[in-house]
């Protein structure tokens, strides 16, 4: 198998298709899943001493009913409040209680001292399959860069096992920065069998996610028709951790097959030059609460309403918007008209998926604003953003946009306990004076050191959980190099 510290470019042609051929042999002997136990059971395992014989994760992972104690717990739900030191009592799988002193004698303890507990990172759009292209368009713009050699060469080349792989590398970073919930808007849906790859990675690694259906290239494509089959099979119950939606433009065929489907769609490249064709839709009744709408740049007033006044919900990839060109990212215009935007990671090809970067743009751009108005005289002038504001729309306003707020976002008695746990004494953090702003001011991934999702522990004292990490940086690897190597594209490692 291929090194993965190598590039594609630097790999002789006849290791790379000898290791693609044995790679694609074992994801694909699990027949029409296309990824089963051949492939996951390698890199997974739910056996805690796969984690180094820690006695302590093998009762959590064992226990119905788990007490962390004694952190500063910020549950961003005013009724419960926030702790300068409180526990949280999660019982199969739920959150129970959230205040100080919780007795639970047959509760596992997790020790929570020196830690900031917080509802996990919810991301609204982000395009996994491109987990295995990281950063291969450090310095492209959306136009033509992107379009040209990611949404159209590379993307073109994708098999299924390559689906599956960007979907896993991906999911793992995510729950690896401390996301627990996020927005697939895929886009690589060339065939019903791609599309199903994508789904059963997810199914396996525990990330909850709204799958937003979207586009593929090439005749077997089958978007967007094939979103029906996805609602009566893969997505008929709603007591699971995915969750099924639309990836639309706005397009009167798009919006009439997610109202016959019974999902919400979320609108990718929301601008200008696509707000007429949002206004159409409103006039044929297609638009309903619950729909996203992602970038939004340069909007007009009337467009602002419209999706206040229909129930939408905003998602900002403020980092990406402001490097690739999308445009100056419209915190300002999205609050102006009342609506508390979500935000989002986009694409990693450019840029990290961490929320904590995406906090810090929001929170920087939003500021300097409004301060260069103040500084050119003007009055009247919107607030300030807190570090409380950001981290609520990475948390809340991040589980309104995906219709998931009954269930996450919160750490709130008789929500799924979706939870991270953030080490705030590390030199880069400590002392801490202010929660929320360590959080969003002070730190980075490597301050997540456990995370839970709906109860079970997906990353616990800074590992992921049953995860084999060499297998999966190896499969990773050999799907990036069959991508490259089909497509012609040319990988620059020193450029």
Not at 23 to 50: C, E, K, Q, T
Request: hydrophobic share 45%; net charge negative.
């Amino acid at each position: 198998m291929s090194d993965p510290n190598i590039p594609a470019a630097g790999i002789a042609a006849a290791d790379a298709s000898r290791d693609e051929k044995s790679s694609r042999r074992d994801v694909l002997r699990a027949g029409a899943g296309f990824i089963g136990a051949a492939v996951a059971a390698p890199m997974f395992s739910a056996d805690a001493h796969a984690q180094g014989n820690d006695a302590e994760l093998a009762r959590v992972l064992g226990q119905r009913r788990i007490l962390i104690k004694g952190g500063v717990v910020l549950s961003l739900d005013r009724a419960v409040g926030d702790f300068a030191q409180a526990d949280v009592l999660i019982e199969d799988g739920r959150i129970r209680e959230v205040r100080p002193g919780i007795a639970a004698a047959d509760a596992t303890v997790v020790d929570a001292a020196n830690r900031i507990v917080i509802p996990g990172f919810i991301d609204t759009h982000h395009h996994f399959y491109q987990g295995i292209l990281r950063n291969i368009l450090s310095n492209g713009l959306l136009n033509p860069d992107y379009q040209r050699d990611i949404a159209g060469t590379l993307t073109a080349a994708y098999q299924p096992a390559d689906v599956y792989a960007g979907e896993l590398v991906t999911a793992l970073g995510m729950i690896d920065h401390g996301t627990t919930t996020a927005v697939d808007t895929s886009q690589v849906q060339h065939t019903p069998e791609h599309t199903d790859a994508g789904i059963r990675a997810l199914q396996e690694f525990g990330l909850r996610v709204v799958y937003a259906y979207s586009r593929g290239t090439g005749p077997a494509a089958q978007f967007p028709q094939d979103v029906m089959r996805l609602a009566r099979t893969t997505f008929s119950s709603k007591d699971q951790l995915l969750t099924l939606a639309l990836g639309a433009s706005p397009d009167d065929g798009i919006f009439r097959a997610a109202r016959e489907a019974g999902v919400p769609a979320v609108s990718h490249g929301v601008n200008k030059n696509t707000e007429p064709a949002l206004f159409g839709l409103a006039r044929a009744g297609l638009l309903r609460p619950g729909d996203e709408y992602i970038h939004c740049t340069h909007l007009s007033d009337a467009a602002w309403k419209l999706i206040r006044d229909t129930g939408g919900h905003v998602s900002l990839a403020v980092p990406i918007e402001m490097a690739m060109g999308h445009g100056l990212p419209p915190i300002q215009d999205a609050l102006d008209h009342g609506i508390r935007p979500s935000l989002s990671s986009d694409v990693d090809v450019t840029m990290a998926q961490d929320p904590f970067t995406v906090m810090r743009a929001a929170f920087t751009l939003q500021r300097l604003g409004v301060l260069q108005r103040a500084r050119a005289g003007a009055q009247n002038l919107p607030a300030l953003l807190t570090c409380r504001d950001v981290l609520e729309f990475a948390t809340v306003e991040g589980a309104r946009c995906t219709g998931l707020e009954r269930k996450v976002g919160t750490l709130t008695p008789g929500k799924d306990a979706d939870i991270v746990l953030l080490k705030a004494d590390r030199l880069n953090v400590w002392p801490l004076n202010n929660a929320p702003g360590a959080v969003v001011n002070l730190m980075n991934p490597s301050n997540v050191e456990t995370v839970f999702i709906a109860g079970k522990a997906r990353k616990w004292r800074g590992d992921l959980v049953g995860v084999d990490v060499p297998r999966v940086l190896r499969l990773i690897a050999e799907a990036r190099d069959g991508v490259v190597r089909r497509s012609g594209f040319t990988v620059d490692l020193l450029g």
